[in-house]
């Protein structure tokens, strides 16, 4: 719960989603908030948030990510 509150942007008093996309299988994963991603992605939260809230898609490792409801198409 703290962890949560540090971490989340929220869109209201909402979570917002982030989907995540392996570059090298095509496999798409969603996930119900930024701290999820966080756990599952080991990134930093100043990565994440970076691109996050400049709707920049950036290559980790072999995941691109972005909000849910971003309708930018993903980069690769």
Do not use: C, M
């Not at 703290?2 to 869109?11: G, M, V």
């Not at 090298?24 to 996930?31: I, P, R």
């Not at 970076?50 to 290559?59: D, R, Y």
């Amino acid at each position: 719960e703290i962890l949560s509150r540090t971490y989340n942007l929220r869109d209201g008093s909402q979570p917002r989603e982030v989907i995540s996309k392996n570059v090298s299988t095509g496999e798409v994963k969603h996930f119900s908030s930024v701290v999820e991603f966080l756990e599952y992605s080991g990134l930093t939260k100043k990565q994440v948030y970076s691109n996050l809230a400049l709707s920049k898609q950036k290559v980790y490792g072999d995941i691109v990510f972005k909000y849910e409801d971003d309708e930018a198409d993903w980069i690769i």
